[in-house]
């Protein structure tokens, strides 16, 4: 005797349109892969391969776009997967986690964002992680929130600054999706690259300025409000033994060196850096 009943005439025909839209699907994803492959041939990018402000266009477009019943939040999670595999396709890439205060929350949002295919390299303090991306052992590190204490991990956007002899940005900051599910991590990290960032339509900068000690934060917001710039958070740390301050200032928009607002910024000891951009994480206000 066996108790297997078979299945009832709908199911087996529900089920044949499954199969057949699975096989579409599959047949896709090979199309899709055939074109990174052609991204990676002739696309032209050298060096660091993630574009994180294209990745958000194209999420944005599709939410915009969806209707019916499958889950928002599971769009993201299969388009997540399929940027892992065509960064794989486009050479694979590894990521560096600060995972000193606060590092499995960290190391699980940067796994939920990139994926578990992507390797990563554990490093306990920032400038150990950053250093990963100067000699290439990694293309993306992953850093607390920034901070202005000095004793903390979140003083990393000072090291930004430096032009030589690698240029590092921050290019992303997660997690994209802010709507967190029960059990999901909390908190947020930033992603730094050997690469600049790319606009993704809606975005917000990070803008590091040297202003003379005694300089409120009241005052930094100020400057920037003259100079067009929208301000949002402002992190401020004074230089010891230096009569100045270092501010962080994220502002809105995407910045580019060029910005002919940044040259208007009054009562600057030094030029103002760009220290990278990120776009604006959906279900964050507004
Ligand atoms: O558009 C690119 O530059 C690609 O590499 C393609 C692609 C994609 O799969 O759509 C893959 C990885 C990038 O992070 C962004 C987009």
């Known amino acids: 005797m066996n108790d297997f009943t078979p299945p009832p005439n709908a199911l087996n025909q529900l ?3 499954l199969d057949a839209i699975d096989d579409q699907i599959h047949d896709l994803l090979m199309r899709r892969a055939a074109v990174v492959e052609s991204v990676a041939r002739d696309g032209g990018k050298v060096g660091t391969k993630i574009r994180p402000g294209r990745e958000a266009a194209i999420l944005r477009r599709l939410l915009a776009r969806h209707t019916g019943a499958w889950p928002a939040q599971a769009i993201i999670r299969i388009w997540r997967e399929i940027f892992g595999a065509a960064l794989i396709i486009e050479g694979g890439q590894t990521m560096a986690v600060c995972d000193g205060d606060g590092g499995a929350e960290r190391l699980a949002l940067a796994r939920e964002h ?10 306990h303090n920032p400038s150990q992680t950053l250093a990963d991306l100067a000699r290439d052992s990694a293309q993306i590190a992953i850093l607390p929130p920034p901070s202005e204490d000095d004793d903390g991990q979140g003083g990393w956007w000072q090291m930004l600054t430096a032009k030589a002899p690698h240029r590092l940005f921050i290019i992303a900051k997660i997690p994209f999706w802010t709507k967190r599910a029960e059990g999901l991590p909390l908190g947020e990290a930033f992603v730094a690259a050997a690469v600049k960032p790319d ?29 067009g710039f929208a301000p949002g958070q402002i992190w401020v740390k004074r230089i010891p033994g230096d009569s100045a301050i270092l ?9 580019e060196d060029t910005d002919p607002r940044l040259a208007a910024i009054a ?18 206000t507004p």
């Not at 990139?114 to 490093?123: E, N, S």
């Not at 917000?204 to 003259?226: F, N, Q, Y």
């Not at 501010?247 to 910045?255: M, P, R």
């Open 247 to 255: 501010a962080l200032a994220e502002v809105e928009g995407f910045v």
């Open 15 to 17: 089920r044949a349109q």
């Open 114 to 123: 990139f994926g578990p295919l992507t390797p990563v390299r554990r490093h």
């Open 199 to 227: 606009a993704s339509g809606h975005d917000r900068s990070l803008i590091v300025l040297e202003l003379s000690a005694d300089t409120s934060r009241a005052r930094v917001t100020v400057l920037l409000k003259d100079s």
């Open 267 to 284: 009562g600057l000891n030094t030029p103002p850096v760009v220290i990278g951009a990120f776009a604006v994480p959906m279900g964050d």
